[in-house]
T-cell receptor, first 115, second 115 residues
């Protein structure tokens, strides 16, 4: 069964500093990969997704993620963090089968931003 | 804004009661998935509905049931509420297609507290 691991429960970065959130997945084939962000008390907003093609994908709010098959990773990056980026970030995997299939989420990484 | 709406936003129930949560999917979407997000955890898949039929189910007991209506809106019903059912319930809509996994867009969630 597929699984997603987000090794960092909580990360604190200074405003303006760069950010990398780690995500490792377990799946027998190439999965579809997603990053979602959740502000306190809110639902999930899609940041970016990888289906195929270029392994570096660009998302909203200046985020990008790189799919590395050899490392089973899909890390999220941002070159300069803003205070408004403070939130919970979830990596998710969806198997590459036809039709809609459920997403499997990691446990999330909480990002705090300090001045 | 994803166009996915959920009601109510918050709900307090007592053990043994029944609850119905509602979701209106994004215009043009024909598939609705429900997830349970316990405090400090990632969302867990409950079930999915496609064209008014259940199209997959996670590891949740039968007291969790659902419906999808002809306009693709959906309900999640939980009978015999237990304390552990306290969580944020998220609805996600997507468009079933032949191309494989489609992006799921989430609503803001309903926060359920069981006392």
């Amino acid at each position: 069964a597929q699984s997603v691991t987000q090794p960092d429960i909580h990360i604190t970065v200074s405003e303006g500093a760069s950010l990398e959130l780690r995500c490792n997945y377990s799946y027998g084939a190439t999965p579809y990969l997603f990053w979602y962000v959740q502000s306190p008390g809110q639902g999930l907003q899609l940041l970016l997704k990888y289906f195929s093609g270029d392994t570096l994908v660009q998302g909203i709010k200046g985020f990008e993620a790189e799919f590395k098959r050899s490392q089973s990773s899909f890390n999220l990056r941002k070159p300069s963090v803003h205070w408004s980026d403070a939130a919970e970030y979830f990596c998710a995997v969806g198997p590459t089968l036809s039709g809609n299939t459920p997403l499997v989420f990691g446990k999330g990484t909480r990002l705090s931003v300090i001045a | 804004e994803t166009g996915v709406t959920q009601s109510p936003t918050h709900l307090i129930k007592t053990r043994g009661q029944q609850v119905t949560l509602r979701c209106s999917s994004q215009s043009g979407h024909n598939t609705v998935s429900w997830y349970q997000q316990a405090l400090g955890q990632g969302p867990q898949f409950i079930f999915q509905y496609y064209r008014e039929e259940e199209n997959g189910r996670g590891n949740f007991p039968p007291r969790f049931s659902g419906l999808q209506f002809p306009n693709y809106s959906s309900e999640l019903n939980v009978n015999a509420l237990e304390l552990d059912d306290s969580a944020l319930y998220l609805c996600a809509s997507s468009l079933e297609g032949l191309a494989g996994v489609e992006t799921q867009y989430f609503g803001p969630g309903t926060r359920l507290l069981v006392l």
